[in-house]
């Protein structure tokens, strides 16, 4: 509920008396945003899977409410998936994290798929370099469209100025990299920003994607590829802003999906 905290000033101000600076969160509010997104995107059949990016809030309460209304889970370190195998009920028995990692040691690979993540990887060098440890494993590779967004240039992950994923130009290099190592391409991921209001956004991630498959004579047919359409869905920071139109979000990839069942979709708000 906007602006919860106005009702509990009260309570606040007594936690604050203990001590500050202290983080306060509303579960209630947290369980109705995880249940918004889960029921508006997963329910809905629009994508099959929606990830929390545990990086941005990694307590264990706050992991726990969310993977409860059905969130899966976004990891970036073997430390995070440790972290949320640990602290989330079941998480050991069935694992649902995707581990997205940004250039980390190939040891931290190793280790998350003998976890049973979902793995990402952000350039093709790794294939090359260590091809044994990829050989018969599914991988998503991620991909830099060229252009970002977001509300801030320092969160904007994709573009020329970004480290993250591999450029359009290279695809073919990194298609051969995985042929090479014997890996098994899942998918592909875009992810190109945060605080993002605009929400074409993800379904223009998708297309890009399809043009991707295509122009490389890749299969999207019934088992076919993994298109993780990534997040940044942005949140009014202000009061007065608008919040980000989610059923248009959903609306544009169902549209999509529509067009193209044969494609699984992901996203990672």
Known sequence: APQWYRARARELCAVAREGTPVYAYSLEVLRERAKSLYDTLVRANVVSRVHYAIKANSHPVILQTVADEGLQLECVSIGEVQHARDTVAGMKEQPKILFTPNFCAIDDFERAFSLGCDVTVDNDQVLVDSPTTFQGRPIILRIDPGAGDGHHAKVVTAGGDAKFGIALEDVARALVAVKSCGAILRG??????????????????????????????????????????????????????????????????????????????????
């Open 188 to 269: 592909f991921h875009i992810h190109v920003g945060s605080g993002i209001h605009n929400p074409a956004t993800w379904e223009r991630n998708a297309v890009m994607l399809l043009e991707l498959t295509r122009k490389h004579e890749l299969v999207t047919g019934k088992s076919g590829l993994v298109f993780n359409c990534g997040g940044g869905l942005g949140i009014p920071v202000h009061e007065g802003d608008s919040s980000l139109d989610l059923a248009a979000v959903a609306a544009g990839l169902s549209s999509f999906k529509a067009a193209h069942p044969g494609v699984e979709l992901w996203m990672e708000p």
